[in-house]
């Protein structure tokens, strides 16, 4: 690959919407898209993976129409790739650095029109950090926006030393973070989490204490009650019941109401809570979870949307879509 400023064509290949539905029918690969332009604090980005998050269909949806960017779009939060270009006022990045990262620094507030689901993409330097050197682009590519949801919510939460988590959707991308980050970054003094019957053993894996098939058991029944609990599932009137007094409960579900004293948030993505996290990566004490089924091509990217659909994806960044590996 060469990363020469020269060699960067103007037009790339990119999937992109120009009117909301369900990903299948509204998604369309452009050949002959623009490449972004580069804004002075903005590196350009020769995407080698990309990653998928259940935002990425609900924006196509329509869900979030009020606070999103107008249309066309070309979707993709996640990114792992090779620095091209840099701006005149970037300072640490060079062409040739290997960087991942969320591009969309406020989710749901005007994300980017040119996302990471194209051959190439942008994002501001303060947004990315280096690769963990022990990942390939594609497990970095699956980390970003999943550990940032879950460092922030625990940070929210003010889960420390000591102190018990329940985490609802413990099989999912940030449930599986959520554990590990309690576990071994925040050290929690136990770690619960919910699943089905079949990802009990991930759990335990990941470093949960307790792994409870919410197929048999209701959570909120248990003799124990928790500090923290962290909701991936949007199941805030049930986590009220299951903490102690004075406990919290934080769910990252944007829509939809809470019960009191539970609170929802808002990722606000950042580079340096990535470089923070990096050396837990590169000593494997977190580590993506990638579902088996859930690594496509580029080409198969509606298809990768049909599947992260369907809710049933376990691990980090649900489904991964290659660009050029």
Known sequence: MENTASSIPSKMKAWVYSEHGKPVDVLKLDSN?????LKEDQVL????????NPVDFKRMLGMFIHSDSPLPSVPGYDVAGVVLKVGSQVRTL???????????????????RSG???????????????????????EAAAIPL?????????????L?????????????????????????????????????????ELLKSLGADLAIDYTKENFEDLPEKFDVIYDAVGQ?????????????????????ELAEPAFRFILTSSGAMLGTLNPFLEN??????????????????????????????????????????
């Open 236 to 256: 805030s009137e049930r986590a009220v019941k299951a903490i102690k007094e004075g406990g919290k409960v934080v769910t990252i579900e944007p829509v939809g």
């Open 146 to 158: 999943a550990i940032g949801t879950a460092y922030e919510g625990l940070h929210k939460t003010a």
């Open 45 to 52: 980005i020769k995407v080698v993976a990309a990653a998928l």
């Open 33 to 37: 898209y623009d490449v972004p332009q």
């Open 284 to 325: 494997g004490k977190v580590k993506p979870v990638i579902d088996p089924r859930g690594t496509f091509a580029f080409s198969q990217t509606p298809q990768a949307f049909s599947y992260l659909e369907t809710g049933r994806v376990t691990g980090l960044r649900r489904v991964k879509p290659l660009t050029h590996v």
């Open 116 to 138: 990471t689901l194209a051959e190439y993409t942008v994002a501001e330097e303060n947004l990315l950090a280096l690769k963990p050197k022990n990942l390939g682009f594609i």
């Open 94 to 112: 060079k062409e040739g650095d290997e960087v991942y990262g969320n591009i969309n620094e406020k989710g749901l507030d005007r994300p980017k």
């Open 160 to 200: 420390s030393a000591g102190k018990s988590i329940l985490v609802l959707g413990g099989a999912g991308g940030v449930g599986t973070m959520v554990i590990q980050l309690a576990k071994h970054v925040f050290g929690a003094s136990k770690v619960a989490a919910t699943s089905s019957s079949a990802k009990l």
